[in-house]
Each structure stands twice: as structure tokens, then as C-alpha cells.
């Protein structure tokens, strides 16, 4: 149970353009997700959260205007990287709380390698 | 302000070779902490979640321990298949279900 999966698993993108990651809860229902952004060797840093049916809530220093988030439903959640740029270039990972289980535990999903050239 | 510290940053250990890694926490009200393993190019895989102080959970051949200060991951005759990142992180009634990461400790296991 609790299994969370993201897609695409890579994405290779010119400069300029979108790029949007799916996020799903396969077996359970998620109210709230997370998203985060890894750099190689350092740890997950919280990009915003995301709650269905409403607003995102975005971490100090991450741009709304360009990350755009939505949660349209309890297992789906979605990041649009808008006008990606070389320096967007990251490891992107969800995370989901199970609404039926403790409440507290987030499950990740297998995240998106995303490269901008 | 809610923190987190890994320590070691990097372990290596022969196949076998009992060890701990260590997670300190200062947070205003600790609602829980988790332990999850991350292998490279993957996400986080959920491992533990303790809430209060006297804690324990065990899986194979982990054990996760709590303390009003820290927490740790006691690896029992680990195998080269423990060689992974391993993450502490904190959720405080304060933050929400916002969750602090620690940087992790790197375990690295010879056979």
C-alpha cells in the first residue's frame, strides 16, 4: 500500500519551454502532496504544498508564477515548470499524505529527472 | 526554528559491522519523526515514523530508536544491500505537515 507515482521519470526539454510532472496516489487518497527539489548529494528542499481543491502554499524564495501546482483531486497533483531555463534543471520529487493511515507519514513518489539545455 | 542534523555524513562499514547513525532535532513540539532510506536517482522510501520519547521500531535488520533530542537508526550486521542515504526528518505541531530533512548520512557496506 501507500504507493505514489510520478511521471514523466525524465524529461529533456529546450529552454523556453513547459514541462509538467504528474504526481499520483495509486492506492490511497492524498489531501495534501508536497513537492521538493534535490540537488546531487543534498537533501530533499520543500518547494510548496499543495492541498486539494485549493491554492498551493509556497516555501520562502520558490516563484508561484513560475512552478505552477495544481491538486484537482485527492490522488492527482501537478508542477508546471513554466519557461525552463538551465538553472531549473533538478532532481523533482512528490510526496503524498495518506488520509486514511496515520496521517503524519508522507510516501514519495520515484521522482523526475528534469534537464533543460 | 525547526532543525535537523545528520551525523555521520558518511559511513563505511565491512558486511557485518553493527553501527548507529545519529539524528538531533530541535523542534517546538515534535508531532513526528521519520526515517526513510533513499537510494541514488530515487525517491525517499518510507521506513519508520516514531512519535514520542521511549519509542522503537524495528524492520529486519533496522532499528529505530527516540529521545526527547534525537533519534537513532541501529543497522544490525548490515549487508551491501543496506548501502543506501539514509534520511531523518521532523513534522512539528508548530509547522503544520511541513516536513524538515536532515542532509543524510551516505552508508556505504563492503562485503
Known amino acids: 500500500g501507500a504507493v505514489v507515482s510520478q511521471h514523466p521519470s525524465w524529461v529533456i526539454c529546450k529552454s523556453g519551454t513547459s514541462v509538467k510532472i504528474e504526481c499520483r496516489s495509486l492506492?490511497?487518497?492524498?489531501?495534501?502532496m508536497f513537492w521538493y527539489r534535490q540537488f546531487p548529494k543534498q537533501s530533499l528542499m520543500l518547494m510548496a504544498t499543495s492541498n486539494e481543491g485549493s491554492k498551493a502554499t509556497y516555501e520562502q524564495g520558490v516563484e508561484k508564477d513560475k512552478f505552477l501546482i495544481n491538486h484537482a483531486s485527492l490522488t492527482l497533483s501537478t508542477l508546471t515548470v513554466t519557461s525552463a531555463h538551465p538553472e531549473d534543471s533538478s532532481f523533482y520529487i512528490c510526496s503524498a499524505r495518506d488520509r486514511g493511515g496515520d496521517g503524519e507519514t508522507q510516501y514519495f513518489g520515484p521522482g523526475t529527472r528534469l534537464l533543460v539545455l | 526554528e525547526d532543525q535537523v542534523t545528520q551525523s555521520p555524513e558518511a559511513l563505511r562499514l565491512q558486511e557485518g559491522e553493527s553501527s548507529s547513525l545519529n539524528c538531533s532535532y530541535t523542534?517546538?513540539?515534535?508531532?513526528?519523526l521519520f526515517w526513510y532510506r533513499q537510494d541514488p536517482g530515487k525517491g525517499p522510501e518510507f521506513l519508520f515514523t516514531?512519535?514520542?520519547a521511549g519509542e522503537e521500531k524495528e524492520k529486519e535488520r533496522l532499528k529505530a530508536t527516540l529521545t526527547k533530542k534525537e533519534s537513532f537508526l541501529h543497522i544490525t550486521a548490515p549487508k551491501p544491500e543496506d548501502s543506501a542515504t539514509y534520511l531523518c526528518?521532523?513534522?512539528?505541531?508548530?509547522?503544520?505537515?511541513?516536513?524538515?530533512f536532515g542532509a543524510g548520512t551516505r552508508l556505504f557496506v563492503k562485503a
Open positions: 523542534v517546538s513540539g515534535l508531532r513526528g
Open positions: 492506492d490511497f487518497q492524498a489531501t495534501t
Open positions: 526528518a521532523v513534522q512539528s505541531y508548530t509547522g503544520g505537515f511541513k516536513t524538515i
Open positions: 516514531l512519535y514520542s
